[in-house]
Nanobody, 125 residues
Framework: VELVESGGGSVQAGGSLRLSCADS????????MGWFRQAPGKEREGVAR????????TYADSVKGRFTISRDYAKNTLYLQMNSLKFEDTAMYYC???????????????????WGQGTQVTVSS
């Protein structure tokens, strides 16, 4: 298992959580990493992605200004800081990494080859 998420839980609307994704693969192969989420009955959607070599980030419109993706290279861990959480942020959150040879790095799930098992985030209104 290469990607292991943690940090999910239950929080009231307006609160914060920080998700972590421990990566066991060598960091030099991780050029693109991201966070996705899937709520019951809905498709998986991209939340944030990071081009690790240049530090470029992209966020879904629904989380801009509230969520921040980052990476600690020393710990080989990806983070998602989530502030001002809303009820509609409730979902299973997944960490993902693109293959080293991937041609694209976007918020589309098909750009990512490796996935964690997910961590549940529940926001109560």
């Amino acid at each position: 298992v290469e990607l292991v998420e943690s940090g999910g839980g239950s929080v009231q609307a307006g609160g914060s959580l920080r998700l972590s994704c421990a990566d066991s693969a060598p960091s030099y192969g991780r050029k693109c990493m991201g966070w996705f989420r899937q709520a019951p009955g809905k498709e998986r959607e991209g939340v944030a992605r990071l081009q690790t070599e240049v530090g470029i980030t992209t966020y879904a419109d629904s989380v801009k200004g509230r969520f921040t993706i980052s990476r600690d290279y020393a710990k080989n861990t990806l983070y998602l800081q989530m502030n001002s959480l809303k009820f509609e942020d409730t979902a299973m959150y997944y960490c993902a990494a693109a293959a080293r040879w991937a041609a694209a790095c976007s918020l589309r799930a098909e750009d990512f080859a490796y996935w964690g098992q997910g961590t549940q985030v529940t926001v109560s209104s």
